[in-house]
């Protein structure tokens, strides 16, 4: 499971959303949703792009607007390099990925790929290592940089509550969450697990600091003892939003994205925390061998580092800037937002990228079957 697949799918849905509403035009749509800082190409899905010499192939979870990435990133790529961007919206599954790799003549070059994914196909020997002469670390949050991933956006799992019901005495960390007599009402949580084992870790009295290794064991019987207070496990950031707009539930862990959103359109009234929340990174990932060279690729990586283009990622769809310098570019009143920021990014804890890439598989069937049970 590609975790961050339904997050991608959710950034381009958010845009849609603004054009519908004329908050934005088609063609700002078209150029934003490209712009994903490459990790979402607006490509039509099953319509594998093969390489040709004089480019590289970027590989996301797909999309509607097929001239979109080249308006946004492929032209001004190729004006400054003189080599050409293709999209395929085909989806980099890992095993995608490691078939590429064993075909022995790939036709991808750059993946959208979780960082947890993309170390353990590096360390098989399928991807290239990133190249931090041509990707700037200093253009990187400190701990964010991987030996085959680099990052380019953030987001978190926190918590969102309702403000009409809990103005007055309002959640303070994970543990008001799973607190059902302080804070009546249903609650929902992600599907996918990602980041609902550290909650649920929090939730049963672990500290931030000793999360990792995470105790799945623990964790799963929390989720056996706490299941029935969760009215929906919502697996797309749409769901996550009506749950909480409705009044289904009064409080839910959802992505930071959707509960800017919510804070926005509610004028407050569903309102959110950064504490106790779980930063996760997005990364950019190149394939061994990859047909427009290891040197093309790293520099359209280091392209994607530009502070104003993060900015309008931030602007447009909440995303945190991977690089720090666009962290002041970002208005005040709009800074608490930002994941990333100095006082948010403290009161949370990064996802262990080493942790997911040992054991999120595993974790995830069983958790599942928890939930579905």
């Known amino acids: 499971m590609k975790q961050n697949q339904t997050f991608t799918d959710d950034q381009l849905e958010l845009l849609a959303q603004k054009a519908r509403t004329g908050k934005i035009s088609r063609r700002k749509f078209a150029q934003l949703g490209a712009a994903l800082l490459g990790t979402a190409a607006l490509a039509s899905r099953g319509a594998p792009v093969l390489a040709d010499d004089g480019q590289i192939v970027f590989v996301s979870w797909g999309g509607d607007a097929v001239d979109a990435y080249d308006d946004a990133y492929g032209k001004p790529f190729e004006e400054a390099t003189g080599i050409r961007v293709r999209q395929d919206g085909s989806g980099p599954t890992e095993g995608a990925i490691q078939a590429q790799f064993e075909s022995g003549s790939p036709s991808w070059d750059i993946v959208d790929a979780d960082a947890f994914s993309a170390e353990t196909l590096g360390k098989k020997g399928m991807m290239e290592p990133i190249d931090y002469s041509v990707v700037d670390k200093s253009k990187t949050r400190e701990g964010f940089g991987w030996e085959y991933a680099a990052s380019s956006y953030f987001f978190s799992y926190i918590i969102a509550y309702d403000a009409t019901k809990f103005g007055d005495n309002p959640p303070t960390s994970m543990a008001d969450f799973f607190d059902t007599e302080t804070y009546p009402g249903k ?172 054991n999120y598989g595993a974790a995830l069937d069983e958790y599942l079957a928890i939930i579905s049970a």
Do not use: C
């Open 187 to 358: 609650r929902s949580m992600y599907k996918w697990g990602a980041g609902m084992w550290e909650a649920l870790l929090m939730g049963d009295g672990v500290a931030q600091a000793d999360l990792y290794p995470l105790d799945i064991e623990r964790a799963h019987a929390k989720l056996q003892d706490f299941k029935e207070h969760v009215i929906s496990f919502w697996g797309n950031g749409a769901e996550s939003q009506s749950l909480m707009l409705d009044g289904e539930a009064s409080m839910a862990l959802i992505w930071s994205t959707r509960a800017r959103l919510l804070d926005q359109d509610t004028d407050g009234e569903v309102s959110f925390i950064w504490q106790d929340g779980i930063l996760s990174p997005g990364t950019m990932a190149v394939i061994k061998g990859n047909p427009g060279g290891a040197d093309a690729a790293m520099k359209f990586i280091a392209s994607a580092q530009d502070p104003e283009k993060q900015l309008v990622m931030f602007d447009m769809l909440s995303q945190g800037p991977a690089n720090p310098a666009a962290d002041d570019l970002i208005p005040e009143d709009q800074r608490k937002y930002n994941p990333v920021a100095p006082d948010n990014f403290a009161k949370q804890i990064p996802l262990d990228v080493a942790w997911y890439e040992e």
